[in-house]
């Protein structure tokens, strides 16, 4: 009886070691779940012009390279330089949202500090983990612009005239309105505007005001949730 308990002993001791050994080598069997990397916008293109008094006039396109995350409040760094490479001036600008596999186009002033630039460069500045989110559905594409115009003033000035339709769903407190001017496609001018008060599925008339125009080509109007 004695060398029978031994046996059975011995017998669940040896088995017991052999299910601890399979359910470790499952374990590393399991598959590992690669994190995806998150991809900061990319600066696809930019353009300016000096306007005489120490200023620039810029217009810019960012692209969102990520496939299903959105960027919350991307931003870019303008650096103006003189003709030796010295740094005239450095701003940053921030912009609301851009979605996945989305670009944005925008276009504001600069100061120089009353210097000639030779050279300006737009860079992206590195998003924080926060900034990246799910898509929420607020593709840009749902501000639509048609029916546009340009007008001369006779003084310098032209008004840049359309209609942005709201086909987002949702009303909108202000819709941004960004100008970009082109001179043989390459961009040469960019400036902001807005539209308040916005319902959903409404169309509502906007102008662009702008002056000391450099030459251009072509014109593009754009429209975004702000």
Known sequence: MKKLLVFMLCSFALFGCGSNDSSEKDKTNEPVLEKTELKDIE???????????????????????????????????????????????????TLLYIAPQDDAY?????????KV????????????????????????G?????????????????????EVANESGEDMQQIQMVLILRNNEKIVYGTTSYVDSV???????????????????????????W
């Open 43 to 93: 600066v696809v293109e930019s353009g300016f012009t000096y306007d005489g008094s120490g200023y620039i006039q810029y217009g810019v396109r960012i692209h969102n390279p990520n496939k299903e995350t959105a960027i919350e409040y991307p931003s870019f760094r303008i650096v103006c330089y003189d003709s030796n490479g010295t740094i005239l001036s450095s701003e940053e600008q």
């Open 106 to 114: 925008f276009g504001s002033v600069a100061s120089c500090n009353g």
């Open 117 to 140: 630039p030779e050279k300006v460069e737009i860079t992206p500045i590195p998003a924080k983990e926060y900034n990246f989110i799910d898509d929420v559905g607020k593709s840009n």
């Open 199 to 225: 319902q959903a599925g409404a169309k509502v008339p906007f102008q662009i005001v702008s002056y000391n125009l450099p030459e251009y080509t072509s014109y593009e109007i754009y429209a975004y949730r």
């Open 142 to 162: 749902k501000f639509i612009v048609s029916n546009t115009n340009v007008l001369d003033d006779g003084y310098g000035g032209k008004t840049f005239t359309g």
